[in-house]
């Protein structure tokens, strides 16, 4: 290997050494500038990415706000829709709940009522035919011209059906201590009048003879005194009760199986017009009123008002012996009697007149004996605008209009009762044909037509009574009176049904109420509340 002076190692090393230290110098020049670069560099990206992550979020905000808006707007809308429905569903809610107040629908609640005692209903009788006698007061006022007012009042007041003369007897046990004595207590025919005087066939005397030593059926015979013994009284006569006969035929004989025992006070009495007993004679019972004064009409009417209440079965009995058989005028034309059972005062015999309680008509004929029972029903009514009653416990339907009557007609026929209000007295012929058609008018329309026609009303408290047979027969005994009617107490319980509105001013709060709950979150409360803090606001606001 060729080395010369200059090659030697070391100084090919120290020729070498320099130039490494000037590559070294460069490569660490480059080196700075490079890493300088590449920090300029990344700075560069960095502020790029910053730059950029800067935009992206101011679009992110914006966007975000524009999403915020739009949401809060989407809410308002919601609850706004949510609030007009609800508020609508309520006001639709509502409006139907106070249609339905307005509305004054009502319902009726039955109960089963018992004090032990009932009233009895006002028995209204009315003859038929209304005159004893033809021709009647109209046919004289179209035919005879002759008679004047006073004339033709007379023959009217001679020739009606008076009380004495429709009643021979009236009694109802334990009013007013006017019980009749005579009236049976039991036995065969309890609560009937004894018959006086009756004739008894009595066997007195009875013994037994033999016809022969052997004892035996047809050798013995029998020997009795039968004697017929007259009673004005009751007797004891085999039995050991003092006991009378209830019906008897034409000679005062008894009839089998018509008996009773006495209570220990009759000692004879008789069922007469003349008793102190009959109850026909106490005026304070009885009101009488003119209706119709058609000839072949029902028109006089007398009615019982009973003063107090009764206990059921005989204790309560009422019975009433009717028209004395001798004394009945034109026994062809006169057919028997009207019976009406109805409350005191409400009685018209009218059309559709079931309204005040009045019972369907019972028509008992002459010559028959007619027994039953009565059981009662009792409404109490609301009084409303559009169906008025009265809630006067004293208002006579059958006064009211009586007293139009009297106003269609300029005055009221006096005949056979006092005027009712300040009525005047009819004087002339011509007064009497218009009460007589302002009375067919009256009863003629129906109820409507009557009660808008002469402003009448039914009470608040309607009681309707309805009669229930037990028997009816022909009187074919022997007896002073045309015809005959028993009724007593069938119970003293009664349903009574109570009208009330069905949806009142507390349902209808109460269902506002649940409605503002339900659909707008409030409470009665809670309007409370606020009102109350509106108006203090508004007191502090004044005051400072």
Same mark, same amino acid.
């Given at each position: 290997?060729?080395?010369?002076k200059?090659?030697s190692?070391g100084?090919?090393t120290?020729?070498?050494?320099?130039i490494?230290e000037?590559?070294?110098?460069?490569?660490?020049?480059?080196d700075?500038?490079?890493?300088s670069?590449?920090?300029?560099?990344?700075l560069r990206n960095?502020?790029?990415i910053l730059?950029?992550g800067s935009?992206?979020n101011?679009?992110?905000?914006r966007n975000?706000?524009?999403?915020?808006?739009?949401?809060?707007?989407? %809410?308002?809308l919601v609850r706004?829709i949510g609030?007009?429905?609800?508020?609508?569903l309520?006001?639709?809610?509502?409006s139907?709940a106070?249609d339905k107040?307005?509305?004054k629908?009502t319902s009726?609640?039955?109960?089963?009522?018992?004090?032990g005692?009932l009233?009895?209903?006002?028995?209204?009788?009315?003859?038929?035919?209304?005159?004893?006698s033809f021709?009647?007061?109209?046919?004289?006022?179209?035919n005879n011209?002759?008679?004047n007012f006073?004339?033709i009042?007379k023959?009217a007041v001679d020739?009606?059906?008076s %009380?004495e003369?429709v009643f021979?007897?009236f009694s109802?046990?334990?009013?007013?201590?006017?019980?009749f004595?005579?009236?049976?207590?039991g036995?065969s025919?309890?609560g009937?009048?004894?018959s006086?005087p009756?004739v008894?066939?009595?066997i007195?005397?009875?013994s037994?003879?033999n016809?022969?030593?052997e004892m035996?059926?047809?050798t013995?015979q029998?020997?009795?005194?039968?004697?017929?013994l007259?009673?004005?009284? /009751?007797?004891?006569?085999?039995?050991v009760?003092p006991w009378?006969?209830t019906r008897?035929?034409?000679?005062m004989?008894?009839?089998l199986?018509?008996?009773g025992?006495c209570?220990?006070s009759?000692?004879g009495q008789?069922?007469?017009?003349?008793?102190k007993?009959?109850?026909?004679?106490?005026?304070?019972y009885?009101?009488?009123?003119?209706?119709?004064?058609s000839?072949? $009409?029902?028109?006089?009417?007398h009615t019982y008002?009973p003063p107090?209440?009764?206990?059921p079965?005989?204790?309560?009995q009422l019975y009433t012996l009717?028209?004395?058989?001798?004394?009945?005028?034109?026994?062809m034309?006169?057919l028997?009697?009207n019976?009406y059972l109805?409350? %005191? $005062?409400?009685f018209?015999?009218g059309l559709e007149?079931?309204?005040?309680?009045?019972?369907?008509?019972l028509f008992l004929?002459?010559?028959?004996e007619?027994?039953?029972?009565f059981?009662? %029903?009792q409404k109490?009514l609301?009084?409303?605008?559009?169906?008025?009653c009265s809630?006067?416990?004293n208002?006579s339907?059958r006064d /009211?209009i009586l007293?139009w009557v009297?106003?269609?007609a300029?005055?009221h026929?006096?005949?056979?009762?006092?005027p009712i209000?300040?009525?005047?007295p009819c004087?002339?012929?011509?007064?009497?044909?218009?009460?007589?058609e302002?009375?067919?008018?009256a009863l003629?329309?129906?109820?409507?037509k009557?009660s808008n026609?002469?402003?009448?009303i039914p009470r608040?408290?309607v009681?309707t009574y309805?009669?229930?047979e037990?028997n009816r027969?022909?009187?074919n005994?022997g007896?002073n009176?045309?015809?005959?009617?028993?009724?007593?107490?069938?119970?003293?319980?009664?349903t009574?049904?109570t009208?009330?509105?069905?949806?009142?001013?507390w349902?209808?709060?109460?269902?506002?109420?649940g409605?503002?709950?339900?659909f707008l979150g409030w409470?009665?409360?809670y309007i409370?509340?606020?009102?109350y803090?509106?108006?203090?606001?508004c007191?502090?606001?004044i005051?400072?």
């Amino acid at each position: 290997m060729y080395q010369g002076k200059n090659n030697s190692p070391g100084a090919w090393t120290t020729k070498v050494q320099p130039i490494k230290e000037e590559q070294a110098k460069y490569s660490n020049t480059w080196d700075a500038e490079t890493e300088s670069e590449l920090k300029k560099k990344k700075l560069r990206n960095v502020l790029n990415i910053l730059d950029s992550g800067s935009l992206e979020n101011d679009e992110v905000k914006r966007n975000t706000k524009k999403n915020s808006v739009t949401s809060k707007v989407i %809410r308002i809308l919601v609850r706004v829709i949510g609030a007009l429905s609800m508020s609508a569903l309520f006001l639709w809610q509502a409006s139907v709940a106070i249609d339905k107040y307005q509305s004054k629908l009502t319902s009726l609640q039955e109960r089963l009522s018992d004090n032990g005692t009932l009233l009895y209903p006002s028995i209204t009788f009315c003859t038929k035919y209304i005159w004893q006698s033809f021709p009647g007061v109209l046919e004289i006022i179209n035919n005879n011209k002759s008679m004047n007012f006073e004339d033709i009042k007379k023959y009217a007041v001679d020739s009606h059906w008076s %009380r004495e003369r429709v009643f021979s007897f009236f009694s109802h046990n334990n009013v007013n201590n006017y019980s009749f004595p005579c009236n049976t207590v039991g036995g065969s025919k309890t609560g009937r009048p004894c018959s006086f005087p009756f004739v008894y066939q009595s066997i007195v005397d009875q013994s037994w003879e033999n016809a022969s030593s052997e004892m035996n059926e047809t050798t013995m015979q029998k020997n009795q005194t039968t004697s017929f013994l007259y009673f004005d009284t /009751c007797t004891p006569l085999d039995d050991v009760t003092p006991w009378c006969y209830t019906r008897t035929d034409e000679n005062m004989t008894y009839i089998l199986g018509q008996w009773g025992y006495c209570d220990p006070s009759c000692t004879g009495q008789l069922p007469q017009y003349e008793s102190k007993y009959n109850l026909a004679n106490r005026e304070e019972y009885w009101q009488v009123g003119l209706f119709d004064l058609s000839t072949w $009409g029902s028109g006089l009417c007398h009615t019982y008002n009973p003063p107090k209440d009764v206990e059921p079965g005989v204790t309560g009995q009422l019975y009433t012996l009717l028209g004395d058989k001798e004394k009945i005028f034109a026994p062809m034309r006169f057919l028997g009697y009207n019976i009406y059972l109805h409350d %005191r $005062g409400q009685f018209w015999p009218g059309l559709e007149m079931g309204r005040i309680g009045l019972s369907d008509e019972l028509f008992l004929p002459k010559n028959y004996e007619w027994e039953g029972s009565f059981h009662m %029903r009792q409404k109490t009514l609301i009084n409303k605008e559009d169906i008025p009653c009265s809630e006067d416990p004293n208002y006579s339907f059958r006064d /009211c209009i009586l007293d139009w009557v009297a106003k269609d007609a300029g005055c009221h026929l006096d005949w056979f009762s006092d005027p009712i209000g300040m009525n005047k007295p009819c004087t002339k012929r011509e007064d009497i044909s218009k009460y007589s058609e302002s009375l067919t008018i009256a009863l003629q329309a129906r109820w409507l037509k009557l009660s808008n026609m002469t402003g009448c009303i039914p009470r608040c408290t309607v009681r309707t009574y309805s009669f229930v047979e037990k028997n009816r027969e022909e009187a074919n005994w022997g007896r002073n009176w045309s015809a005959a009617f028993y009724m007593d107490v069938k119970t003293s319980s009664y349903t009574h049904q109570t009208e009330f509105f069905a949806y009142d001013i507390w349902e209808l709060t109460s269902g506002l109420g649940g409605l503002m709950g339900v659909f707008l979150g409030w409470s009665f409360l809670y309007i409370i509340v606020q009102i109350y803090t509106a108006l203090e606001n508004c007191i502090v606001s004044i005051v400072v």
